[in-house]
């Protein structure tokens, strides 16, 4: 796990992510001044960086509302990390902690989710 400070680059970790797969950490683009989400996948992901790059390259291409903007795809040391816009909730389940929802809104999300 990095510590909020650690550097990936122009990337400077400020808090962990509830993501999913790989390490997903709240972080800050020095280069371009912007917030950021920094995905960590671990070393393992160094021998099969081609399908890596294939994936991440294939989804940065997509263009959808659930999906967020990749911007960078880098190793730092035998990490290999993906860049992205910046998420506004840790996860749904984080997004709905304490919330109550309404019929409606349970149709809607799991229409998107499905």
Do not use: N
Not at 21 to 45: I, L, M, N
Not at 106 to 113: C, D, E, K
């Amino acid at each position: 796990m990095l510590q909020a400070g650690f550097r990936l680059g122009p990337y400077e970790i400020l808090a962990p992510l509830d993501l999913g797969p790989g390490e997903a950490y709240r972080a800050y683009d020095h280069a371009h001044k912007r917030p950021v989400t920094v995905q960590v996948f671990p070393a393992a992901a160094q021998g099969r960086w081609r399908a890596v790059e294939t994936g991440v390259c294939s989804a940065a291409a997509l263009s959808h509302p659930h999906i967020l903007d990749t911007y960078d795809l880098g190793t730092e040391g035998d990490m290999v990390y993906v860049v992205s816009a910046s998420c506004a909730v840790d996860s749904l389940r984080a997004w709905l902690d304490g919330r109550a929802m309404s019929l409606g809104d349970a149709v809607r999300w799991s229409f998107q989710l499905a």
